[in-house]
């Protein structure tokens, strides 16, 4: 099966959602049906909906839909991972057989070393007895932390979203290159290849912008522990959904059919232990 291991689905509020800016055009419902014209076109049958706010109602709303839409595989929802009673929300939610992982918005944390904080990692520490993934959504400034957080957690399985964030609109790649071969030292981390057209000039990226950010990740992480993500809605703010998965498609072309297969759904399947 085809995975979209990264999109989001919401009711738009301003109140609900104040990080989509006013300017931009997805200040507006973005549902099932909608995502699964675009799955349509390209041949994905199955997608990860993952949290666009941090409450818990909403990690309770995406299991709903996923009770209603087959083809949402997986949710990966926030909780309050510093709280001391962690366990409460992650037992509820965990019940939920859709249920596949946690992500906090760590990028907008002031503080580079957020996820050090004994609090957040106590919670980390809880998500491996339920049977738990995390999400590691950072900017290149906290890769090192990143590093430190899987190191202490070696049994917890953890995925980098979006590579990290690179910054290709300004072509720059290090220290982000050798800070991302030595996340990927870990067995424990994988890495989704998603979200990069939004780090790139939205209206004037070119498919070669992409490829020295993407020959880094499938030399670092190997074909076993990649898997392909849209950040849909997010990315058609740079890009159609089309075009998002055209890039994959074509720098992967060059692999065996099994690798692409691992790539497009394998390896999703695998690391978020989705359920047919």
Not at 93 to 100: I, T
Request: hydrophobic share 45%.
């Amino acid at each position: 099966m085809n995975i979209d291991s990264h999109q989001h689905f919401w009711r738009y509020s301003a109140v609900e959602y104040p990080w989509i800016k006013p300017e931009w055009p997805i200040r507006r419902d973005f549902l099932p049906p909608d995502l699964a014209l675009e799955m349509a076109r390209v041949g994905i049958e199955g997608c990860v909906a993952v949290q666009a706010q941090q409450t818990v109602a909403e990690a309770r709303w995406l299991l709903s839909l996923a009770d209603e839409h087959a083809f949402i595989k997986g949710v990966v929802g926030w909780v309050d991972l510093q709280s001391s009673r962690v366990e409460e929300p992650l037992a509820e939610l965990a019940r939920h057989p859709r249920f596949v992982g946690v992500r906090h918005v760590v990028q907008d944390e002031p503080d580079d070393n957020f996820m050090l904080r004994p609090a957040f990692q106590r919670g980390i520490g809880k998500l491996r007895q339920f049977n738990l993934a995390y999400d590691l959504l950072v900017f290149p400034k906290q890769l090192p932390a990143a590093i430190q957080l899987v190191a202490n957690f070696p049994e917890q399985r953890f995925v980098l979203d979006h590579i990290a964030k690179p910054f290709i609109r300004d072509g720059a790649i290090s220290p982000w290159r050798e800070q991302i071969r030595e996340l990927a030292k870990a067995p424990n981390v994988w890495c989704k290849v998603s979200g990069m057209v939004t780090e790139a000039k939205w209206d004037a990226w070119h498919a070669e912008d992409f490829r020295p950010y993407l020959d880094v990740v499938f030399a670092a992480f190997g074909g076993e522990r990649l898997m392909f993500g849209t950040d849909w809605p997010v990315a058609t703010l740079a890009g159609s959904y089309e075009q998002v998965h055209g890039l994959a498609a074509d720098y992967t072309r060059s692999l065996t059919a099994e690798a692409r297969e691992k790539f497009f759904g394998g390896n999703a399947a695998a690391f978020y232990q989705l359920k047919p």
